[in-house]
């Protein structure tokens, strides 16, 4: 398989596996028989998320935003520890990121409760985030490379992991599911609203 | 993602590729080539599948038997239906507003 046939292979993995089962194999040859250039890959790769989008499960809605999110959190704050506008300007898409998929999912499945579920623990990352943030913030004063060892035995019972467990955590995380179904719960109003509107 | 783009409802790619299907059954790449020399539309094969899944999910298009890898579709009772309130659509919107752009800027 040459470079263009890997690309393409690439490019239709996007699309959820039950589009591609029943589109797949044509959309395929379709961009063999042209010339890939960036804007057609550009618009497969925006087609393929459209799909996933409305056509995906919760999780893989989900999942790819939140990874996205704990991957870049983590390398970027352990080789250079967030600015304050940095640091908010991350919390800001965070919230988009996050939240956004749960409303979406909601609003494609309004009785989903999978997807409500799926959308507070979301949420209640976002929230949660701080602490993380917090402790990754003090690996300045060591050495940075050693920063996941550190959350790892702060979290696992050493240092103050007890005294924010309550403070820090808990109660964070229960303002998050709150926020999170809420989220969820505007994506599913918002749904059950347009159909009502749509039958009259 | 559609380039060249005069925009409005005709460079929509729903109604785009139910015009191109009057004449006759087509597929993908057939479809790509009719719309951009009929109209000076292109549009992009993500942009062809996504609303080629629409239509089918709607039942305006429908797929015949496949050639090769490549599968051809072809237009509905209902589809046609759809494109002609469509079109009409446009169509009255067009007769009146260009009778009144004549009577208003000459």
């Not at chain 1, 976002?126 to 060591?142: D, R």
Request: with cysteine; net charge positive.
């Amino acid at each position: 398989m040459g470079l263009k046939g890997r690309l393409i292979h690439w490019l239709l993995r996007i699309y959820p596996e039950r589009w591609r089962s029943e589109y797949g194999v044509e959309l395929e040859a379709l961009l063999e028989s042209r010339e890939l250039t960036a804007w057609t890959a550009m618009d497969v790769a925006r087609g393929g998320f459209v799909q996933r989008m409305s056509r995906g499960k919760p999780w893989e809605i989900a999942a790819p935003p939140l990874l996205a999110w704990a991957l870049i959190g983590v390398v970027w704050n352990t080789l250079s520890p967030f600015t304050t506008l940095f640091y908010n300007a991350y919390l800001l898409c965070a919230w988009i990121c996050l939240v956004g998929p749960a409303s979406a999912t909601t609003w494609r499945r309004p009785g989903n409760a999978g997807a409500a579920v799926l959308g507070a623990v979301e949420a209640m990352l976002i929230v949660v985030h701080p602490v993380i943030m917090h402790i990754q913030g003090q690996s300045h004063l060591g050495n940075r490379w050693l920063t996941l060892l550190y959350v790892g035995t702060d979290l696992g019972g050493g240092g103050h992991a007890i005294e924010r467990l309550w403070t820090e955590i808990l109660i964070p995380s229960t303002v998050g599911m709150l926020i999170g179904s809420l989220s969820a719960a505007f994506g599913a109003s918002a749904r059950l609203l347009r159909d009502a509107t749509h039958l009259k | 993602m559609a380039r060249k783009s005069t925009g409005g409802p005709a460079s929509d790619p729903e109604l785009l590729i139910l015009s191109s299907l009057i004449e006759g059954p087509k597929h993908g790449y057939a479809m790509m080539e009719d719309i951009a020399a009929e109209t000076g539309v292109e549009l992009g094969p993500g942009t062809l599948y996504g609303a080629i899944t629409r239509l089918v999910e709607n039942g305006w298009v429908e797929p015949v038997e496949e050639i090769g890898r490549q599968r051809p579709y072809r237009l509905t009772a209902r589809g046609s239906e759809y494109l002609r309130e469509q079109l009409e659509s446009v169509q009255r919107l067009a007769r009146v507003g260009l009778r009144r752009l004549r009577t208003q800027w000459g």
